[in-house]
């Protein structure tokens, strides 16, 4: 780096936003990121709303919208690498906008029920099975195998601001004018991505030339079996996942459970959590090369030992506190399992690798939510009198 100046360092981590189709991808994902991320904050609220503070109802709500990315995704990555990108990418947004749309109406017209809300979520999850993999493998396509890294590491950057803008201004909106009206701007929020897609020059993408057969899951199957570096990562990927990215379901509990809190402070956790993970985000930026099976490795295990760390926070500013340096271990662990797993496999399978690699990280989370709830002992919201307390136990970048 130049003495005396941060240009050339900044330039290093911006240089994927030198490609138009990636600079229109990135704003619209920035714009539906911080709506998506409002409408989680929004729809766990008012799940506790409808049922009294029922950690069983959050659970089913977050089985239910992961339930088919365990299902499905694989079956979507098999559509990413047959497919268009693109094409898959619009119409899973358009999707996943009508339903918010659907659910805001709902809730400002005073109808909605928990019903309501299981089928949404459910909507959503089949959605998102299209889209995750979609959208992993389609950034290869905008900036090309030299920047994956680069441009990878900036998606999270960009999601990350979106988990502290979106959790903070839902606190706010919902003590405003309700969850209804959060649900309402994420509505519109996916209308951006839609347009960053549609605005795309296709001539200029990277894009792999498409079998002639149809993808098959089977043949993503096998090429791992031909991968043992995969495999290892896939495995460690799947074991830090089911124990321990799980805060989706424990943060709102913590707020509103154990520290007694409004849903401006269940917003002001969730931003610590995802301020951590935006630095992760921004030193994963300079990296340039597969990261290495150690590395992988060894961030799982700092990662693991910040969250036994927070699980046992005294109080609100302390559980804050000690959120943001398990947001950074948790994000760095997955971007080096992304990039490890991305620039290793084979592009002809890259979509069903990478539907593989999103079933193991996102469809444990039904599992892990079973194993939350047993951890919470039930649905009665524990006195602030008593000793002992419901502990969180993890989180999910």
Not at 2 to 12: N, Y
Not at 54 to 73: I, K, R
Request: hydrophobic share 50%.
């Amino acid at each position: 780096m130049t003495r005396g100046t941060g240009r050339p360092l900044l330039a290093t981590s911006l240089r994927s936003l030198k490609v138009r189709n990636f600079r229109l991808f990135a704003a619209g994902q920035i714009a539906s990121a911080t709506g998506t991320w409002m409408m989680a904050v929004a729809q766990d609220w008012l799940v506790l709303e409808l049922t009294g503070d029922s950690g069983g109802a959050l659970a089913t709500v977050t089985a239910l919208q992961f339930t088919p990315v365990l299902l499905l995704t694989l079956y979507g990555g098999r559509l990413a690498d047959r497919y268009d990108k693109r094409a898959l990418l619009t119409g899973a947004n358009i999707a996943s906008g009508v339903l918010a749309l659907a659910l805001g109406l709902l809730v400002t017209a005073d109808a909605a029920r928990l019903w309501h809300v299981y089928v949404a979520a459910a909507g959503l999850g089949v959605a998102n099975a299209v889209e995750v993999p979609a959208r992993l493998s389609f950034i290869t396509e905008l900036v090309g195998p030299g920047l994956l890294p680069n441009a990878s590491a900036l998606s999270g950057a960009y999601f990350n601001v979106a988990r502290v803008l979106g959790p903070s201004l839902a606190g706010l909106f919902i003590q405003w004018s309700g969850t209804g009206t959060v649900m309402l701007l994420n509505a519109v929020s996916y209308t951006a991505t839609v347009a960053g897609l549609r605005a795309m020059r296709p001539a200029e993408l990277y894009r792999a030339p498409r079998p002639d057969t149809p993808a098959r899951v089977v043949e993503g199957l096998s090429h791992l079996r031909t991968r043992p570096d995969l495999l290892t990562t896939l495995a460690l990927v799947a074991a830090v996942a089911l124990f321990g990215l799980n805060l989706p379901l424990t943060l709102p509990l913590m707020a509103r459970v154990v520290f007694h809190t409004e849903a401006a402070s269940f917003g002001l956790l969730t931003a610590a959590l995802a301020g951590g993970s935006l630095l992760a985000a921004l030193v994963g930026t300079l990296r340039r090369t597969r990261p290495s099976a150690r590395l992988v490795a060894a961030s799982g295990c700092v990662f693991g030992a910040m969250e036994l760390i927070t699980g046992w926070a005294p109080n609100l500013p302390v559980a804050l506190a000690l959120l943001v340096p398990t947001g950074f271990a948790s994000l760095y662990f997955v971007q080096a399992a992304n990039h490890r797993i991305q620039l290793g496999g084979d592009p002809a399978h890259r979509g069903r690798v990478m539907a593989l690699y999103t079933v193991i990280l996102q469809g444990s989370t039904p599992l892990a939510a079973l194993l939350a709830l047993a951890g919470a002992r039930g649905d009665v919201p524990v006195p602030a009198s008593e000793e002992e307390r419901v502990r969180p136990t993890g989180s999910r970048p």
